[in-house]
């Protein structure tokens, strides 16, 4: 049953290609959002805190400040809104999963850049 499942993800849903990023990255995500009959770009530029899943479930979520208040979005690699993803700067994590980011303010909340 699995292996059919893993078929059908494979043929049936259109891969885009994105470039690679890991959490600690800072990127910029480009969406189409409908609003009744026009359709819009809008951008969402953070810091990746996590990537999950695999093949078409995978996800990445994306946490950037507005203001004071910390705002996260979950985004599916294979969502048909999604149009590209640019890389602002890769950082330099530890950690898989960084939750702790979170509760990181000020001068803290920095993330050491690699320089290529």
Wanted: cysteine-free.
């Amino acid at each position: 049953m699995e292996s059919l499942i893993t078929f059908v993800e494979n043929e049936f849903v259109t891969k885009k290609e994105f470039p690679k990023f890991t959490p600690g990255d800072t990127i910029t995500v480009y969406y189409e959002i409908k609003e009744g009959e026009k359709t819009r770009t809008q951008f969402f530029k953070g810091v990746v805190i996590q990537r999950r899943g695999s093949g078409a479930t995978e996800t990445f979520t994306i946490r950037k400040m507005s203001g004071t208040i910390g705002v996260e979005r979950i985004f599916p690699v294979n969502m048909p809104a999604l149009q590209k993803v640019e890389i602002n700067k890769k950082g330099k994590v530890r950690r898989a999963r960084i939750f702790y980011f979170r509760g990181l303010t000020g001068k803290k909340a920095r993330i050491k850049e690699i320089r290529s």
